[in-house]
């Protein structure tokens, strides 16, 4: 029987949690809960890196340095060791993890760290077809100083698999929730869109949910085969300023976007 998927949640000074969720979309009209708003401000930072399991040195400092002043941390590939935990605790009111697969000591997945504590969250998991591993996504939602609900999707896209079939499903339950959030969204990530097939599947899932492409000016993403594979997509939002970061911590570079609330 497939094991059922679960994120962890990590709050400072408290056990880690099991969050599961039964029924995976939020309902269109859903009353949810109030809480604190992600940013005070009116600007809101966003920091998405692959951090490859913490395997390269200087990572924590990496994070330490443009880390700390976001508002939103999206990892992918991190594996909760006590630094991270340490970390993300210290910074952050909250920090949910989808568990992909368990490395020796420590689970391994997409890790959200966040100013305010999420006010509803859909762990996802996908199989590897042909590793037969698992990759992870997070769905959650956070709210902003102007009274909107902001869903933020964190996603490892599958990598290795013969044609798009099961890459364009792991898309389909993202889809539906984004569907039915009528609030501005960021969904970003490592999506593995290193094919024609596969980037073309991409842009099609984000044009039909309304999204657009952060563009970078200096484009130091990390590409396969000439492609990119980091990408941040937003609806609602005005893009302030966009960056990618250089650094060896990684096999992947930071990209960092502050965004604004779209005037309505």
């Excluded at 933020?152 to 896209?157: F, G, K, Q, R, S």
């Excluded at 609030?183 to 490592?190: N, R, T, W």
Aim: with cysteine; proline share 6%.
């Amino acid at each position: 029987m497939r094991k059922k998927t679960y994120a962890i949640r990590y709050v400072a000074g408290q056990p880690a949690e099991r969050i599961f969720h039964g029924n995976s979309v939020l309902q269109n009209g859903d009353a949810l809960p109030p809480g604190a708003p992600l940013s005070a401000g009116k600007t809101l930072k966003v920091l998405v890196w692959n951090i490859f399991k913490q395997q390269r040195a200087d990572w924590l400092s990496v994070l330490q340095n443009f880390g700390k002043d976001a508002h939103l941390v999206l990892l992918q590939e991190a594996q909760t060791t006590p630094r991270l935990v340490q970390f993300a605790t210290s910074h952050y009111l909250a920090a949910d993890q989808v568990p992909a697969f368990v490395l020796p000591q420590h689970p391994c997945g997409v890790m959200t760290l966040a100013a305010a504590h999420p006010v509803y969250c859909c762990p996802l998991r996908e199989r590897e077809p042909l590793l037969r591993l698992s990759k992870s996504a997070l769905v959650t939602v956070y709210p902003l100083s102007d009274e909107t609900m902001l869903m933020v999707v964190n996603i490892h896209a599958i990598n290795f698999s013969l044609g798009i079939d099961v890459y364009s499903k792991q898309l389909g339950p993202i889809g539906e929730q984004i569907n039915l959030h009528e609030g501005p969204v960021i969904m970003a990530g490592d999506f593995n869109a290193w094919s024609r097939q596969r980037i073309n599947a991409l842009y099609r899932f984000a044009r039909d949910m309304g999204l657009r492409e952060v563009r970078f000016s200096d484009d130091h993403r990390r590409k396969a085969f000439g492609r990119p594979l980091d990408f941040i997509f937003y609806r609602a939002l005005s893009v302030k300023h966009s960056v990618v970061l250089e650094t060896e911590a990684s096999d992947h570079n930071p990209l960092m976007v502050e965004f604004q609330p779209r005037h309505r």
